[in-house]
């Protein structure tokens, strides 16, 4: 698995790091990290994956298209050193925005794809991360064809104020637009979805996956006591506790994503 999938990676075995545990704190060789889905092999503690990891471990094999990679985040309102962080994002993963957008098979089915990557500026929603989601459920309703997320997010990204948080009302009628037309929806939640992300699309699919424990939220725990002098119970925004509570349908291990996924694009085909 770890040559067929690092392909796309663009890396191979001589060049393998190591990488620790955040917490048993146990030394894992990447490759063998990576062949585990980036789970910890010694504690079971999910890593967060990069969009990269992500599309090599769900697309099939060379199926990929990435579009609308043309779009990169200006500095609109001139909010003092954007522009540095920008850069500084840019070349730590890669990327140019904090989403990755595209076409793919899945178990063989064409699917609009989107997976964010929280490496990149906490994948915060800026207007070119709401532009390229946007277009892509456009196309995906033009072309008939159902959409996989793959959400994470600190929410709205400050630098861009208001023209950040307007994302969130254009993303949704995009997919309530995608949705009239009778096609799928399916946001996979990983650790952390929270703010204007999981306020909007984040949960608006037709099912919704989660990752076990992850972080999904809206506002922090703290802020949510102070406003309500309430205490909270446990583990409120993780996973499991949302789906006890019937905000997400199903908590999928990341080894069985990809059958799980491809058996509902199938059902719903």
């Keep these: 698995m ?6 796309f990676l663009k890396k191979d075995e001589a060049n393998d790091e190591v990488r620790v545990c955040k917490k048993c704190n146990e030394e894992t060789k990447y490759s063998e990290l990576f062949n585990n889905y980036m789970i910890c092999p010694k504690c079971g503690t999910y890593a967060r994956m990069s969009a990269k990891e992500r599309l090599t471990v769900i697309c099939d094999d060379n199926s990929f298209n990435e579009l609308y990679s043309e779009l990169k985040s200006t500095n609109h309102l001139g909010f003092p050193e954007y522009d540095e962080k920008l ?23 064409k699917t609009a794809l989107f997976v964010m990557d929280s490496a990149f500026m906490m994948a915060s929603m800026g207007t ?30 400050m630098q861009e104020g208001m023209l950040s948080l307007m994302q969130m009302a254009k993303v949704s009628g995009a997919v309530k637009r995608h949705s009239d037309a009778g096609e799928l929806y399916i946001p996979v939640l990983t650790d952390p979805t929270t703010g204007g992300i999981t306020a909007s699309f984040g949960m608006l699919g037709d099912i919704i996956i989660a990752e076990p424990k992850a972080l999904i939220g809206f506002a922090g725990a703290r802020v949510i006591e102070q406003t309500t002098g309430q205490k909270l119970p446990a583990g409120f925004q993780r996973a499991e506790f949302l789906l006890e509570h019937g905000f997400v349908d199903a908590i999928v291990e990341r080894k069985n994503l990809k059958a799980t996924i491809t058996n509902l694009l199938e059902i719903h085909k």
């Design 87 to 109: 850069e500084k994002a840019r070349k730590a993963t890669g990327l140019e925005e904090a989403v990755v957008t595209g076409t793919c098979t899945i178990g063989g089915v």
């Design 128 to 157: 070119i991360v709401g532009e390229k989601i946007t277009r892509l459920f456009e196309k995906a309703t033009q072309e008939k064809l159902p959409v996989v997320g793959f959400v994470t997010s600190g929410g709205a990204r």
């Design 2 to 7: 770890f040559k067929k999938l690092f392909g």
